[in-house]
């Protein structure tokens, strides 16, 4: 499959904990197997304790890319909490940007004790709309919790993105690196929700 | 699914930098490997570790970095090539084995020091740069630009210690080690070593001037072989307009922001893996062909500075120089550097305009979110014990009342200086430290001093350097209370195995060294608390910091909150009972959201009530004792 963009841009982002890294690896070596450079750059330190988080995915043809994409220059950003899509967005985006986001948010502290507002879902869809090419609101998180845990947001996600025929891989590449992944009792939960995932951007 | 081991020569894999470090050791061949964990170093011995048993190797998780060097050159005495890998502070701590080790020489097998440094001090304390250890220890240095290269220049680092008999020490940073990329295997050596100390040779640096001469003709000939390294490299025109010269991180950047901003006929870039000793002749001759210079590297202007030097005793030849780089400002000497900042400098110094987002909508991008997207703060996970600690520490202090604080120290409960743990800790600097101030503020008293103090550390760091502070305010018959946070885990780092866990890096059972009886054998007062249960913690805080006189010591103990997650079901179901929560009309002033601030409970703003977040909660039930109210109810799972 080839690129839309050399280098094509992908930022995962999300909250510590919801599983980004796993994702941006899941894709990244997917992508390696279909004989693409790609470098990966994560937000870590702050990845269990409640920070936002990125991974940053560069892919080409060509060469291999900095681990960090400049200002600007996001192809495409898949956010698993819905106000981390904004942040990123605001630093990376640009007018042929595409977003894939959870829509259930996670509360940052400040939010709790009252000292900072956390916008509507409707304000976060709209300004989304107002400065992404295309965009895709999953209800991941719910989705996930239908399966039985929270854990299962990131797979559903990377199913999502799937759905969306934004980076060069098959539904058939995903499904490969994820039985890779999960060998063992795990597996059929994962696919499922992978499945679950990608049913929700496809032909959208 | 590690890869690690694959012996699969020319495949194409995707590996995080740290494993091509530990894939670089192995395709070495080496046979020993010792470290403490520290961000962003621990992935090079997990790595390795995992495959240890397999593979025929000996990983260890030592007591502290000094330690694991140390354990190191004993297999590289031996006739074993050995590594070590060490954050920037580890490399401090190792510091006076390393500077004396530089004299000794290292054994027949070569031994290799992986430090990695943390620009911005993302997992760390400090910001610092760890390459300066090369140039005071006369030592070889070399800095891997890509993950290729993280892994070639590891395997090729214990040849060249070999040849020389010296330790050499790989650089890498926190954008390489724990960024991604393609890196092609190579072979994996079957064969191993027998292990044997000669007894003719000594390891001693007896006569140290004389060595240290030795040294300096050591590292000459290091020179002589980096001149022709194929870790350096330049791309670019024959006589550009400028020169960059980059080494580690910065090569990724320099690539981008000349492609970026298209000047690729006027400028040209120097990549240099071999950072100390400079590879001299190879730079005067691209030097020569210039008049300006641009260095882009990370943290400090090490290769800058270096640069410069070597230029003063060239300019009468070949010229002078307009130099660009951290000290002209053009890159800044302090945190992380990325394409940004590169583009920047590059677009500044060649006059060249750029504007990451045309016609207005970077601008539109950034207030249409910034007035959308709240702060967020670290804060201690759902269900972490230490939050349970430092609120029943905040409580006996206030309940104590003479102004008691706590003398902080390394690991996740740093966050107890921030909102997180109710902003108790009130010093915080090298690993052990918080026991080691807590000894000079146990002697205060003579002078007027009376307030109560406590020293908090966690079970890892309490063997890696708290031991000797402990021993010595026993010793001196120092005032305070030290709080040993034992949550059965090196949590901050990624739950490595220690001397406390009863188990070793490579999974097989150890012996427990039992923290609470080392310090009843040292013949102090040792009290032990479950911080789950509030009260109980609270009232022995309080009767230890009153039971005045010695050093006293509390062992709060839970297991992290994310390594119980992984092992056991949670203990309790928890609700908030809407009928019982008064919201704002309680007089508590939201004592759960608000001041405990637990991530797992949140506060729903329409009805005005307490709410728990069922996909962060981890049942811990410690919320429950803090309601006034007994509106959170915990159901037994």
């Known amino acids: ?79 698993l909490e819905p106000v981390e899509a904004l942040r990123v967005i605001g630093q990376y985006g640009n007018p042929s940007v595409s977003a894939v986001v959870n829509s259930r948010p996670i509360f940052p502290t400040a939010v709790t004790v009252g000292d900072a507002e956390y916008p509507s879902f409707q304000k976060i869809q709209e300004t989304i709309r107002g400065l992404a090419r295309k965009s895709w609101f999953v209800d991941a998180s719910d989705i996930a919790l239908s399966l039985g845990s929270p854990l299962f947001t990131n797979i559903i996600m990377v199913g999502a993105l799937a759905g969306t025929n934004l980076i060069p891989l098959a539904k058939e590449a995903f499904v490969e690196i994820i039985r890779e992944s999960f060998p063992g009792p795990k597996l059929a939960d994962n696919l499922q929700a992978f499945e679950r995932g990608l049913e929700k951007t496809q032909g959208q | 699914m590690s890869v690690i081991k694959k012996n699969a020569p020319g495949s194409n894999e995707l590996l995080m930098g740290n494993e091509a ?143 020389i008999n010296s330790l050499v020490v790989l650089r890498s940073v926190s954008r390489i080690s724990h960024a991604r990329g393609n890196v092609i295997l190579g072979e994996l050596p079957r064969e191993k070593k027998t292990a044997r100390f000669d007894t003719s040779k000594i390891f001693i640096p007896v006569s140290a001037p004389l060595r240290h001469l030795t040294l300096h003709m050591k590292l000459n000939k290091v020179r002589e072989i980096y001149e022709s390294s194929p870790f350096n490299g330049y791309t670019g025109p024959e006589k550009p307009e400028l020169l960059m010269i980059t080494s580690g991180s910065g090569w990724f950047y320099s690539l981008e922001a000349v492609k970026t901003l298209n000047v690729k006929d006027h400028v040209g ?7 100390w000793p400079l590879p001299s002749k190879l730079l005067a001759r691209h030097m020569a062909n210039v008049k300006r210079v641009l260095f882009v590297e990370e943290v400090d202007p090490f290769l800058e500075n270096n640069v410069k030097e070597l230029a003063a005793e060239w300019s009468p030849e070949i010229g002078s120089w307009t130099f660009y780089g951290k000290n002209s400002g053009h890159v800044h000497p302090f945190g992380q550097i990325n394409p940004d900042l590169i583009i920047n400098a590059v677009s500044k110094v060649m006059d060249k305009p750029y504007a990451a987002r045309e016609g207005g909508y970077g601008q ?184 005045e006189g010695g050093v006293r010591v509390l062992i709060s103990r839970q297991k992290c909150a994310l390594v119980k997650a992984r092992e056991e079901k949670a203990k309790y179901k928890v609700h908030v009972d809407p009928e019982k929560c008064l919201g704002e009309s309680c007089g508590c002033a939201r004592l759960c959201t608000r001041i405990f601030k637990c991530p797992g409970l949140i506060w729903n703003k329409e009805k005005s009530k307490s709410e728990v977040d069922e996909v962060l909660c981890t049942g811990c039930g410690v919320c429950a004792d803090i309601c006034p109210q007994s509106a959170i109810v915990r159901e037994e799972n």
């Open chain 2, 269 to 275: 870039i120097l990549k240099v893996g071999t950072t």
């Open chain 1, 1 to 79: 499959m080839t690129l839309s963009k050399d280098p094509l841009n992908l930022i995962i982002t999300g909250v510590g904990g919801q599983g980004n890294v796993l994702a941006s690896q899941l894709i990244g070596r997917a992508l390696v197997r279909e004989n693409f450079y790609v470098t990966i750059g994560e937000t870590y330190g702050a990845t269990q304790r409640g920070g936002a988080v990125m991974s940053h995915l560069r892919i080409s043809k060509e060469s291999q890319f900095s681990p960090l994409i400049p200002e600007g220059q996001a192809d495409i950003v898949v956010a």
């Open chain 2, 364 to 547: 539109k991008a950034l207030e249409m979110t910034k007035t959308l997207v709240p702060n967020r703060d670290l804060s201690f996970c759902a269900g972490c014990p230490h939050r349970a600690t430092f609120w029943a520490i905040k409580n006996a202090l206030k309940l104590d009342g003479r102004g008691g604080f706590v003398a902080g120290d390394i690991g996740c409960y740093s966050l107890g200086l921030g909102p997180a743990g109710f902003f108790q800790v009130k010093t915080m600097h090298a690993m052990g430290s918080g026991t080691g101030l807590a000894t000079g503020f146990g002697q205060l008293h003579k002078f007027g001093f009376d307030q109560p103090v406590l020293s908090v550390c966690g079970d890892s760091t309490f063997f890696h350097a708290a031991i000797p502070a402990l021993i010595n305010g026993i010793y001196n018959k120092s005032n305070f209370v030290m709080v040993v946070l034992d949550n059965s885990a090196t949590a901050m780092t990624g739950f490595q195995p220690h001397a406390g866990t009863g188990k070793t890096a490579t999974g097989s059972p150890a012996p427990v060294i039992d923290i609470g009886k080392l310090c009843q054998a040292l013949g102090v007062r040792v009290e032990t608390c479950d911080p789950f249960n509030l009260q109980d913690t609270t009232e022995k805080i309080l009767d230890l910091i009153n039971a």
């Open chain 2, 21 to 163: 470090i530990a894939r670089g050791a192995l395709e070495a061949g080496i046979q020993f490997a010792a470290a403490y964990p520290g961000n962003p170093s621990s992935e090079i011995i997990g790595t390795l570790s995992e495959v240890a048993e397999e593979m025929g190797i000996y990983v260890e998780w030592s007591v502290n970095e000094k330690v694991a060097l140390e354990a190191a050159a004993s297999a590289s005495f031996s006739g074993l090539r050995a590594l070590s890998a060490m954050k920037q502070n580890g490399v401090n701590v190792a510091s006076d084995f390393i500077l004396n080790l530089n004299l000794s020489g290292v054994g027949a097998g070569g031994l290799v020091l992986v430090a990695t440094d943390d620009p911005a001090a993302i997992s760390s304390t400090n910001e610092e740069d760890s390459r300066f250890i090369a140039k005071l220890g006369d030592l070889p240095l070399l800095e891997p630009a890509t993950f290729q290269e993280a892994k070639d220049m590891t395997k090729w680092a214990f040849e060249l210690s070999e040849s």
